[in-house]
């Protein structure tokens, strides 16, 4: 059975939208993802954020490293849509 790690990186104008919405500090600041097997691909659209505020976030890149044996990392990379930068 593969071990399979999530990780979330941003570009920094999707970090510095994200931080608007959901500042560092704030308890509630958590993001759901789908289960693993249910992950975005490449162009796909999210829409991120705090419950009525939710923002969209494009999945610029979808990366895989192998860490060794059955361990795994999916990193998604996620953009602002272009009219938004």
């Not at 994200?18 to 993802?33: F, H, S, T, V, W």
């Not at 162009?43 to 009525?52: E, K, Q």
Request: hydrophobic residues 40%.
């Amino acid at each position: 059975m593969s071990n399979i790690q999530l990780d979330i990186e941003w570009t920094e104008a999707a970090s510095r939208k994200i931080e608007k919405l959901m500042p560092r500090g704030n308890q509630d600041a958590y993001l759901a993802l789908p289960p693993v097997e249910c992950l975005p691909m490449e162009g796909d659209v999210l829409f991120l954020g705090p419950a009525g505020k939710q923002q969209p976030f494009i999945v610029a890149e979808r990366q895989y490293h192998h860490e060794g044996d059955a361990d795994w990392t999916i990193i998604l990379i996620l953009d602002v849509p272009h009219e938004t930068h």
